[in-house]
């Protein structure tokens, strides 16, 4: 019979070669995560602003300094694709880590018919949570400024000859842009159309933006 001491270094020497290979293992695993994520250029400094949220709270820039945010532009008649990519909002928002302290702003492209109660109304239809997701509404010059002029979310009037039904109001982009917690716009993301998959490869790319960008100091 072996004396079972006789086989202690092996196995103390056994534990450490698969601890050494478990290190290993995680290092590459890290590094192929590290040379994965993407570059995220800065594409241009979001200017201050004043606006007013659904609770009719002055909204500034500084209220959303420190914190990555994603933001987009509908309007609250729009039968076209606004009420989907409010729910494509929605449910970033559900996908968000609970410890994300990332935002969610939507703007109204037409804010003589999108009071802050109709504002309100629209989130409260879609489930939102007020603490994390922002609508905003205002003066025409403040809404244009911040969203075709900082965050490159345009929208333009339908001519009244050319619209199709009393909800033809605009023509707007359908993307999501984020912005770092420096106020720098830092990318663009399309939410709907052909070959665009939301749940499999959009949603998840901005869950892991947002994620990326609040470790950047």
Not at 59 to 88: E, Q
Not at 133 to 155: D, H, R, V
Not at 157 to 165: H, Y
Request: one cysteine or more; a negative charge; proline letters at 5%.
């Amino acid at each position: 019979m072996s004396d079972p001491s006789s086989r202690l270094p092996q196995t103390l020497w056994l534990g450490v070669f698969l601890l050494a290979g478990f290190l290993a293992l995680a290092y590459l695993l890290s590094l192929a995560e590290f040379k994965q994520q993407h570059k995220w250029p800065v594409i241009g400094a979001v200017a201050d602003f004043t606006l007013t949220n659904q609770d009719g709270n002055v909204t500034t820039l500084a209220n959303l300094t420190n914190h990555v945010w994603v933001a987009d532009i509908i309007f609250t008649r729009c039968a076209g694709p606004c009420p989907v990519i409010t729910g494509h909002m929605k449910s970033l928002e559900d996908a968000l880590p609970k410890t994300s302290n990332a935002k969610l702003v939507t703007l109204t492209t037409d804010p003589d018919f999108d009071t802050l109660v109709m504002m309100k109304q629209y989130g409260e239809r879609f489930g939102a949570d007020f603490s994390r997701w922002t609508f905003l509404t205002g003066a025409k010059s403040e809404i244009g400024a911040l969203g075709a002029g900082s965050l490159k979310l345009s929208a333009v009037p339908v001519p009244a000859a050319e619209q199709t039904n009393a909800a033809d109001l605009f023509i707007h982009t359908t993307i999501f842009v984020i912005v770092d917690k420096h106020a720098q716009l830092r990318g663009s993301f399309e939410t709907v159309g052909d070959g665009v998959d939301w749940t499999n490869a959009v949603q998840p790319r901005i869950v892991a933006a947002v994620r990326q960008l609040e470790r950047e100091p």
